[in-house]
């Protein structure tokens, strides 16, 4: 199995830019999580889908932030206008129910200057 | 709310000696799951080793086992035979079923040659 996927790696842009983050989860899984990571608030959840469908956004920042799963095999992060204080290690991860522990991808680093 | 709390932010060991890292949570939840994540400096998660809450059996992957002491809300990693690959940050969560997880803030483990 190639794993969870993400894309881009990273990610450098000027404030006030759309950004997406794609992730991929491993197939099979039904449960899709996306982590933020910065040194001052650690790893903190954003957004997670079970079955595609959004189950918990309470983590989502503002309304600078969206995140949509249209399938089982893909989910995009969106943020507009991107801020630097947006600048982070964005992970995605994905779980099966039965095995309740997460997979999680390698990261996009995203730097807003 | 959960907590997970791990308050060694650092440690450092010499190369094949046994180390153990501590971490201590909060829930009023009875069924959970704990985990032990590895961060390299690569940022990939890595899944160390998971603890079903309900077994009394202390989980065990090759050179790293948990010490579970549930009435303590305990969960410590011991890593035996360390290697230099082992340097990371290695970071302890919480998780119920198939949703989020509650992660602590980690401790950063150098492995001294």
């Known amino acids: 199995d190639a794993g969870v996927i993400q894309s881009p790696r990273h990610e450098v842009t000027e404030m006030g830019q759309e950004v997406t983050l794609r992730c991929k989860p491993i197939s099979g899984h039904n449960s899709l999580f996306w982590y933020r990571q910065t040194m001052m608030r650690g790893l903190e959840l954003l957004i997670y889908f079970n079955n595609n469908v959004p189950i918990d956004d309470s983590g989502m920042p503002e309304d600078r932030f969206s995140a949509k799963m249209p399938n089982a095999s893909f989910s995009t992060l969106k943020i507009q206008p991107s801020e630097p204080r947006d600048s982070a290690v964005y992970f995605c991860a994905s779980s099966l129910r039965q095995l309740h522990e997460q997979y999680f991808g390698p990261g996009t680093r995203l730097t807003v200057t | 709310a959960q907590t997970v709390t791990q308050s060694q932010p650092e440690m450092s060991v010499q190369e094949a000696e046994t180390v153990t890292l501590s971490c201590t949570y909060d829930t009023s939840e009875s069924n959970y799951y704990l985990f032990w994540y590895k961060q390299p400096p690569s940022r990939q998660m890595i899944l160390v080793i998971r603890q079903e809450a309900y077994k009394q059996q202390n989980a065990t992957e090759n050179r790293f086992s948990v010490n579970f002491q549930k009435a303590a809300k305990s969960f410590s990693l011991k890593i035996s035979d360390s290697q230099l690959g082992d340097t990371a940050m290695y970071f302890c969560?919480?998780?119920?079923?198939?949703?989020?997880?509650?992660f602590g803030t980690g401790t950063r483990l150098t492995i001294i040659p």
């Open positions: 969560a919480l998780g119920f079923g198939n949703e989020e997880l509650t």
